[in-house]
């Protein structure tokens, strides 16, 4: 079992910047894939990154360039450094993780990301 606990959403104004963590906490193995998801409303729920093992990110179109994902495998935490905010980006953000390919995706609490205009 995998639980996640997040931290540091919030509200920002446009051109501003966030940075979301999510620890991992599991009693044993270890995670393979972590990342995030977002969902604004009436909008299903996206991916925005995700980050492997080895450290091989990939981006959703909508971040790229101004999202930055990085994991530290000891810690069992990831990071997103969200810069150049924009009033799109508002959603909840929900970190996810899985411990290989087979397993279950293990989310978060969801955490509320605000940008104003």
């Known amino acids: 079992q995998v639980q996640l606990v997040e931290s540091g959403g919030g509200l920002v104004q446009a051109g501003g910047s966030l940075k979301l963590s999510c620890v991992a906490s599991l009693s044993t193995g270890s995670i393979a894939v972590m990342g995030w998801y977002r969902q604004a409303p009436g909008k299903q729920r996206d991916i925005v990154a995700f980050i492997d093992r080895g450290g091989t990110t990939s981006y959703a179109d909508s971040v790229k360039g101004r999202f930055s994902l990085s994991r530290d495998n000891a810690k069992n935490t990831v990071y997103l450094q969200m810069n150049s905010l924009r009033p799109e980006d508002t959603a909840v953000y929900y970190c996810?993780?899985?411990?290989?390919?087979?397993?279950?995706?293990?989310w978060g609490q969801g955490t509320q990301v605000t940008v104003s205009s």
């Open positions: 996810y993780a899985r411990r290989n390919a087979q397993s279950s995706i293990a």
